[in-house]
Each structure stands twice: as structure tokens, then as C-alpha cells.
């Protein structure tokens, strides 16, 4: 493996990462590569002090997805829209934060690493171009920008090439943890050497950024009550479905150009197979998000009746890994909007059909929008209030006030 600057073929990544792991290509073949992984955990460090320190230089990678120069390609992107189906585009940035991380870690003592890194979140995807080409070639660049102890920062952006430049499309921020070779517990990575003024000032970025998740940890709606605003906000939406003929609790009706939000959902499921499997032999996170993705989209477009565009992914969050056999369940919820813009919520959980208990793996926030004014979704419940606040604070920071009502509507799924 280089150091840094690594160049490479979107199609070759998870090769790549195979050949990094020691991962097995067959299936039958799993439980031995792991119990050849288990005998890796001698060459961890003990403390990050033992480690020695990379440059941002030392993860740049590089991956190309010749759409426009190899046609072959395209079906696998292509939608029945004549675009490009922005699933897959979520599969190949985890694939490459993966990469990275494994680029910043690399010991060239060694023919196989003995970390394993996976995808703890996605702190945020925004979309700078309102059209991806499905025959015109895409760009990835990226690089570590910020470490902790064992979590690592890595921010890619991808470009297109067309009318003779590249020009940027999205920016993408995930969060990466560094565990031991059996995926069981914490590891220690490289610590990070800051050679620039410019270094700096992405590395304070990423502290910002960690700040950020912890105080938005904190201040989440399943540990603690609304604020005094919040709790005047749902007030007021309650007052706003009273009879007033009636002027009783129980009688509600919807208001002018409104929806009710437990009318406003979508449910999926998958039968986890090993062809979706990682390089640790769990379901691979970039299909879990292409999937929570496709049904959030057709949720959206459900709701507005034409095809919206994606505007942000933001906190996306992998709260455990999904095994091999999982039944996977998918419920997707729209409980925002505000003017032309959708904030859809996707919840996915495993089910033990043994036991009957359900577990979450992850949630996923997506913000769309369309060329008019979309009606309110109202909450009825408490639950679905709950559900209201946590998708006005996700799209508030991330919803752009001035779109321009031209904004393409390519980017489907």
C-alpha cells in the first residue's frame, strides 16, 4: 500500500480494503480470516505514545469513477431518471472514509493491519451542484482532519468533470472508531501532525465538530425535555387542530394546507444477505445508508408528488453492527418541513425473530426539496411531537433560506 496520495478506481476500494484486512472473498471461507484477524492483536499499541505520527498528506486518496470513460459502469448508477442514483454515491464515500483512515494507520511493517475501522457516523453530506451526470466522470478526494484517541475525522469531496473542468458536487464529513481485530474494543491510532497554518485550522474544525456531536448528544429529546420554546411551539400546533365548535380535547381537525404526520410514513424491510456483507463480515454500512436513502426519497416523493432533490444528509448514526441473516427493519417518517424543503427521519432496527425483540442500528436524517411551497406535517402524539423538534433542530442549521427555485431535480435515487 503508498503512502498518501493513493490513486485508484472507485471499483477497486473494497479490493483494497480486503487486501488491508486480510478479509476473505468467499463466504464459507469467514470464520478462518477471522481467527486469523484474532492473532493481529498483539501488534496494537498499548498507548497512542507508542505510535508514530501521520500527516494529513499521509491519507490523501484519490478514486476515480469513469462514468463518462467507461460506459459499462453506468448501469450500475444509472435510475430510470437517466441519473445517477445517489444511493450508490453513499456506498462508495463509506467505502473510501474506510481508506483513509486505513491510509493514516498503515504500518508498513506489517502485511495486514490489525485495526478495525468502521463507520461510527456521518456528521454531514452537503450538496454544492443540483445535477450529477450519469456520463461524465466523478472525482473523490479525501483526507484524515481530525484524530482522537481512537475516533478519526475524514472529510472527501467529490467533483465532476464536465464542459471541460471539474467542478465540486458535495462535501462529506464521517466519523470513523478504530477498534481491535476482532471488532470488540477501542484501539489506539496514529495521532496527527499538523504541518500548516491552513492544517490547523481544519483540525480546530474537527474539534469544533466533536464539540458540537457531544453537546447535541446531551441535549437530545430522549434524554432531556423540550425547552420553555419547544414546549410553547407544540403548545401552539396543539391549538392549532382544536374544534372550535366544539372546543373539546378529543375533537381535532388537520388546518388549511396540512397533513397529518402518522400519514406521512413509509416502512421497508431486508433480509440481510452475505452478498451486502463488509470486510468484517457484518452488513456494510454504505449499503444500510443506500438503502435508508432509497426509501426516504420515495417517502418524500410520496408526500410532494414529484421528485425531490437532496439538499443534506446529516447524523447519520450507526449505534451497532447489522449480522449476516438480520431481518431489517426500515421506518421512514417525514416529520418536518418548512417551506420548499422535507426533513425525513429513517429509523432502522433488527429484529430476532426467536426472541421477537427489536434493537436500533441506526438513524438517518435526510433533507429534500422541490420547486413549491410543501404543506406542514402536524404531529398528533407526544411521541410524534418529540419527533417534530428533533427534525426542525436537524434541518434548521443545514436548510439553505435562499434556494433558488431552479435547483435541478436530477439527484433521485
Known amino acids: 500500500m503508498a503512502d498518501g496520495n493513493t490513486f485508484l478506481l472507485v471499483s477497486n476500494v473494497r479490493n483494497r480494503l480486503r487486501e488491508i484486512v486480510g478479509a476473505s472473498t468467499n463466504w464459507k471461507d469467514h470464520q478462518q480470516a477471522l481467527a486469523e484477524r484474532a492473532s493481529l492483536s498483539q501488534y496494537l499499541a498499548q498507548s497512542q505514545d507508542e505510535l508514530p505520527a501521520k500527516t494529513m498528506k499521509d491519507s490523501a486518496v484519490e478514486a476515480h469513477l469513469p462514468l463518462g470513460s467507461q460506459p459499462a459502469l453506468r448501469e450500475k448508477y444509472l435510475n430510470y431518471h437517466n441519473s445517477v442514483r445517489f444511493g450508490r454515491i453513499l456506498e462508495d464515500l463509506d467505502s473510501l472514509a474506510v481508506l483513509i483512515c486505513y491510509s493514516h494507520t498503515w504500518n508498513k511493517e506489517l502485511k495486514r493491519s490489525p485495526l478495525s ?43 465532476q468533470y464536465h464542459d471541460g473542468a471539474y467542478t465540486n458536487v458535495l462535501d462529506a464529513t464521517f466519523v470513523m472508531v478504530a477498534r481491535d481485530p476482532e471488532n470488540k474494543r ?54 392549532n387542530t382544536l374544534d372550535t365548535q366544539t372546543v373539546s380535547f378529543r375533537s381535532r381537525i388537520l388546518p388549511p394546507n396540512s397533513v397529518w404526520m402518522e400519514d406521512c410514513k413509509m416502512k421497508g424491510l431486508e433480509i ?68 420548499m424543503h ?42 410524534e411531537s418529540m419527533l417534530y423538534l428533533d427534525g426542525k433542530s436537524t434541518a434548521s442549521p443545514n436548510t439553505p433560506k435562499t434556494l433558488p427555485n431552479t435547483f435541478g431535480l436530477e439527484c433521485t435515487v
Not at 478526494?141 to 469531496?157: D, Y
Not at 426467536?354 to 406542514?376: A, G, K, M, Y
Open 117 to 159: 475501522i468502521v463507520t461510527a457516523l456521518v456528521d454531514k453530506i452537503d450538496l454544492r451542484k443540483n445535477i450529477i451526470y450519469p456520463d461524465c466522470d466523478i472525482k473523490f478526494t479525501g483526507h484524515v482532519t481530525w484524530v482522537g484517541k481512537t475516533s478519526i475525522e475524514a472529510k472527501m469531496h467529490m467533483s
Open 186 to 239: 477501542a484501539a489506539f491510532i496514529n495521532p496527527l501532525k499538523l504541518e500548516s497554518p491552513e492544517e490547523e485550522a481544519i483540525f480546530q474544525q474537527g474539534e469544533i465538530n466533536k464539540t458540537r456531536r457531544v453537546e447535541l448528544s446531551t441535549a437530545s429529546l430522549l434524554k432531556v425535555a423540550p425547552t420553555a420554546e419547544e414546549r410553547t411551539l407544540i403548545h401552539n400546533l396543539f391549538l
Open 272 to 339: 440481510c444477505h452475505p452478498q451486502e456483507r463488509n470486510i468484517f463480515n457484518r452488513i456494510f454500512g454504505g449499503f444500510l445508508m443506500r438503502k435508508a436513502y432509497e426509501l426516504g426519497w420515495a417517502n418524500a416523493c410520496a408526500f410532494v408528488g414529484c421528485r425531490p432533490t437532496l439538499v443534506a444528509v446529516d447524523d447519520i448514526i450507526f449505534r451497532k453492527p447489522v449480522e449476516i441473516g438480520s431481518l431489517l427493519l426500515l421506518s421512514s417518517q417525514v416529520c418536518y418541513t418548512e417551506g
Open 342 to 383: 422535507i426533513q425525513v427521519r429513517v429509523h432502522t432496527e433488527v429484529l430476532d425473530p426467536l426472541t421477537r425483540q427489536h434493537s436500533t442500528t441506526n438513524v438517518f436524517h435526510f433533507t429534500f426539496c422541490i420547486d413549491n411551497d410543501i404543506p406542514s406535517v402536524v404531529p398528533q402524539s407526544y411521541g
